[in-house]
């Protein structure tokens, strides 16, 4: 009982992530600041934010720009606990494991910070180790964040079109928009069907049994997965379908678009600028 219990809270558990990302058009559909901006300016501005991130040595300066980020995030009226939630899980904490190593003496030479032992061995942690540490963590999470800003902020097909622009591949782009759209109709045939067999057999089921009807649903939504999307390319060939998204609106500069994207540009300068002057 506690494995179909925690089989079932896994697939409500993704299918809840999945419906947020999916209609996160929610956020971008509301009257905040980066709403309101040029689609293709701001896609800049974030690239630009991201690159003054990875090139800065001060884990003061990233935090700076992380701040700077969250600023960003409350006056385009995202709710910061949404937010956070969304930057802090999975990709930063993992960044965090990965750079656990690097806080001992071992891997970061230098002045011991820290000194303990470990089933006898001696290990220390350094200054230096938790300046690396820190400042890699650092990047990592202001990047994410910087990046789920700009996709909760702007509607995938705008955002699509603005990949165009920029000259990103046609089967990237396609592929992208197809996943975007048909991620959330799989996942939630995956529920349906788990909901249809736990209302027939009830919620006991042999290790056997249980391996059957996994790999029996596996199939099935494959051969489903590939009927349909053969299905519906069909369908967009014959309604005119050429592989470039189509939007209604139309992209449109503004003063205060270049305006934050000089700013971010100023931003980045800084940080090239504090490099040179910390060598």
Request: aromatic share 16%.
């Amino acid at each position: 009982m506690k494995n179909n219990r925690f089989v079932e809270r896994s697939i409500t558990g993704a299918l809840s992530f999945f419906k947020d990302a999916i209609f996160a058009d929610e956020e971008a559909l509301k009257k905040g600041f980066l709403q309101a901006r040029d689609a293709r300016l701001k896609m800049l501005m974030v690239f630009v934010l991201i690159l003054a991130a990875l090139f800065s040595k001060s884990i003061v300066f990233i935090a700076g720009i992380y701040a700077f980020c969250v600023i960003l995030a409350l006056a385009s009226s995202i709710n910061i606990i949404f937010f956070l939630k969304r930057t802090w899980f999975f990709i930063p904490l993992f960044s965090l494991c990965i750079a656990l190593p690097a806080l001992f003496d071992i891997f970061s030479p230098g002045e011991k910070f820290l000194s303990f032992k470990v089933f006898f061995v001696p290990l220390s942690i350094t200054k230096q180790g938790l300046s690396s540490a820190g400042i890699f963590f650092a990047r990592v999470l202001t990047s994410v964040s910087l990046c789920v800003l700009l996709s909760v902020t702007t509607r995938h097909y705008v955002l699509l079109k603005a990949l165009r622009v920029f000259r990103a591949p046609q089967v990237f782009v396609m592929t992208l928009g197809m996943c975007c759209r048909y991620v959330y109709l799989f996942i939630e045939i995956i529920q349906n069907t788990y909901m249809a067999i736990k209302s027939r057999a009830g919620g006991v089921f042999g290790i056997k049994n249980s391996q059957g009807v996994v790999a029996w649903n596996i199939a099935a939504l494959w051969q489903r997965s590939y009927v349909m999307h053969n299905r519906v390319y069909e369908a967009m060939l014959s309604r005119g379908y050429s592989g470039e998204p189509k939007v209604i609106e139309e992209f449109d500069f503004t003063y205060k678009d270049w305006f934050w994207l000089g700013t971010a540009i100023l931003i980045l300068g800084l940080s090239l600028w504090q490099n040179h002057y910390l060598n």
